[in-house]
């Protein structure tokens, strides 16, 4: 028998709605491990103990948990009987399969204070057992207590003590979804992606929006705003991306528009269009990957403009990133290779060579007073096609 044994991030901190967060990781649990039966699943002070069935390999098992927002760390363990003994045959066990490390430590902790041994005498006597199963072998292998290639983690809890290769390292956050639901606008480049996953990260679950001038451009956009799209979904196993054709819009704007204000003319049409479908299914934040100053339509004026167009509030959270950092964060999500794939965004068609920095509400109203805001944001709301997305 095999468990996942997860240990709550902040979680432990939320006091008596605990049970709320416990609730939504158990259900973001089983999204994620929708193609396998799991087991029981329990509550043990700040873990989450849950049996694993027998045909999920570890890695797959290890991988899926990596996604799960709410977990700090977590460990592929498995029961035996409370007896030292017991225990020293499943770490030989794990040292057994484990033959490539050099060195190795013992970690035991108890939950359960009833257990003969303190933790420092289980280490020593386990540590001294396995180290003996080496020698035997004649399989080079040292206690390593500062930096083991294998850690052998034994945990004793009530009913069982657990016994792992390691802890291996959680997602942190918040469980999706129980911070709320929002948008993401999803543009295709580097930055949205990011600033998706770090909202996702903080307990929101999102569905996706991305603006499209297909035919004006080639389809490029779309196919990669639905590859990162689909990535994302790995977080919170299922997603909504909306597909919405700008082009229309576009043309508008630029045959009744001045120039310099295209840019944020076009963002605004995102915004307003974004958050008519965020009241179709109840979302109640926008997401974008902008950060101040990174280009002509994200100085605090434009944004401060933008913004005005929403009628839900906006969050940023890459705001005050870097774009280096940016680029770290990316490459480390695993979404950087796709968004570098050349494109055409929609936000570069017809932009003048020097577009406006310092955009005035006043003007920026005057400018749409002559275009039929209410029925182009309809129309394209309801144009827009719905992509359901799934992981696994
Ligand atoms: P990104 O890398 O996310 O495209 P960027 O640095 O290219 O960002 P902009 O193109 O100014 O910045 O876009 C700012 C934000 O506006 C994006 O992060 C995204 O949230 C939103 N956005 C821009 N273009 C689109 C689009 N075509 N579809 C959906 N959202 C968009
Ligand atoms: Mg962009």
């Known amino acids: 028998m095999r468990y996942l044994i997860g240990r709550y991030h902040e979680i432990a901190l939320k006091g008596r709605n605990q049970w709320r967060f416990v609730d939504q990781l158990k259900s973001n649990l089983r999204a994620v491990f929708a193609d396998f039966k799991l087991g029981a699943m329990r509550g043990e002070g700040p873990r989450l103990i849950v049996e694993l069935p027998e045909e999920i390999d570890e890695e797959v098992a290890a991988e899926r948990a990596a996604l799960l927002f709410g977990l700090q760390n977590f460990s592929l363990s498995r029961p035996v009987a409370r007896d030292i003994e017991a225990i020293k045959r499943e770490a030989i066990a794990i040292a057994r399969a484990h033959r490539s490390a050099r060195s190795f430590r013992v970690r035991a902790t108890r939950a359960d204070k009833g257990f003969a041994l303190n933790s420092m005498e289980i280490d020593q006597a386990v540590g001294a057992a396995v180290k003996d199963d080496a020698v035997k072998d004649a399989v080079e292998l040292k206690v390593d207590l500062e930096n083991p290639a294998l850690v052998i983690t034994v945990e004793i809890l009530p009913d069982a003590a657990y016994i792992a290769a390691g802890k291996r390292p959680g997602a942190g ?61 790995r977080y919170q ?156």
């Open 237 to 392: 196993a299922r997603s909504t991306l909306m597909l919405v054709a700008f082009a229309d819009i576009q043309r508008e704007i630029v045959a009744r528009g001045p120039r310099p204000l295209r840019v944020v003319l076009y963002r605004r049409f995102m915004v307003r269009i974004a958050a008519a479908l965020a009241r179709r299914s109840g979302a109640r934040v926008l997401v974008t990957g902008e950060s101040l100053g990174q280009v002509a339509s994200q100085t605090l004026e434009n944004m401060t403009v933008i913004e005005e167009a929403a009628a839900l509030p906006m969050v940023r959270p890459l705001v005050g990133m870097d774009k280096n950092e940016i680029v770290d964060q990316a490459r480390a999500l695993g979404t950087f290779e796709t968004s570098i794939q050349p494109d055409q965004d929609c936000c570069s068609l017809f932009v003048p060579p020097h577009p406006e920095t310092h955009a005035n509400l006043d003007e920026v109203r005057a400018a749409e007073s002559v275009l039929e805001v209410e029925t182009m944001v309809a129309d394209a709301v309801r144009k827009a096609e719905i992509v359901r997305l799934k992981f696994p």
């Open 173 to 233: 956050g918040l469980p999706v979804g129980i911070t709320g639901h929002g948008i993401a606008l999803l543009s295709g480049g580097i930055d949205s992606p990011v600033a998706a996953h770090r909202m996702m990260r903080r307990g929101l679950r999102l569905d996706f929006v991305h603006f499209h001038s297909h035919p004006l451009v080639s389809a490029a956009s779309r196919e990669k705003a639905t590859e990162l799209a689909e990535h994302l979904t």
